[in-house]
């Protein structure tokens, strides 16, 4: 993968870095901390312009970002719900809790699109609940924009400074990339495990409410 990465990249050209970060987001595999960081060394080595690289980065990157709301937008919650309410162990979410998380998306969203951007391991999917919850498509660019430039500048610019010594900053990240994918991996585990734990007691609280009212 970095030696197909490099290969691409090494053509020196803006549009390989836009391609690059936007297969990032579509498939995760493709690692931004290499891509960008490699960028940054070539427009230094070759004087191209930072800018340019961080901006072309940055459509690639947001370019699939806007693939993943619409994706969400497409499913929608009700579907979701229904998916829920037959496979709901393996997506690990019961319809309550559905309708919870998008009470939550509603009222945390834009914070949530900005730092999950941020975030290895989280920021590609982050785009799909701002579509499954409406989120508007003005207020999912602003956040998930400044996110992404964020996110493509702090990586190129250390590959621009770093030189030849670019790997170093995946050396840094992929730690931290592989702690937040155990702790995925581990909290979808869990869920599964104890599904119908939680099943019983969203059944409850509806009955309970059902009887008050």
Same mark, same amino acid.
């Given at each position: 993968m970095t030696g197909w990465i490099t290969s691409l990249m090494e053509q020196g050209s803006y549009a390989?870095?836009?391609?690059?970060? %936007?297969?990032?987001?579509? %498939?995760?595999? =493709?690692p931004s901390e290499i891509v960008m960081p490699l960028a940054g060394f070539i427009a230094n080595r070759d004087g191209m312009s930072l800018i340019l690289m961080i901006a072309a980065g940055s459509? *690639?990157?947001?370019? /699939?970002?806007?693939?993943?709301y619409y994706l969400g937008a497409w499913i929608g919650l009700e579907r979701l719900k229904t998916f829920a309410r037959k496979y709901g162990r393996w997506l690990t979410l019961t319809p *309550?809790? &559905? #309708?919870?998380? #998008?009470?939550? %998306?509603?009222?945390? /969203?834009?914070?949530?699109? %900005?730092? /999950?951007?941020?975030v290895p391991g989280v920021r590609t999917f982050i785009s799909v609940p701002a579509g499954l919850s409406g989120m508007p498509? /003005?207020?999912?660019? =602003? !956040?998930? $924009?400044? *996110? $992404?430039? &964020?996110? $493509?500048?702090?990586? $190129? &610019?250390?590959g621009?400074?770093?030189?030849?010594? !670019?790997e170093a900053v995946s050396g840094w990240l992929a730690p931290v990339s592989n702690v937040v994918i155990v702790l995925l991996v581990g909290w979808y585990l869990y869920r599964v495990a104890t599904f119908r734990r939680t099943v019983r007691k969203?059944?409850?609280?509806?009955d309970n409410s059902s009887k008050a009212g």
């Open positions: 390989a870095a836009a391609f690059l970060m %936007f297969f990032e987001n579509v %498939f995760p595999p =493709v459509i *690639g990157s947001l370019a /699939g970002a806007v693939l993943w *309550g809790e &559905i #309708d919870a998380a #998008d009470a939550w %998306f509603d009222k945390h /969203g834009g914070k949530a699109v %900005f730092i /999950g951007r941020l498509l /003005g207020k999912f660019m =602003v !956040y998930t $924009t400044a *996110g $992404t430039v &964020i996110w $493509t500048a702090f990586l $190129t &610019i250390a621009w400074f770093l030189g030849r010594n !670019y969203e059944d409850a609280k509806r």
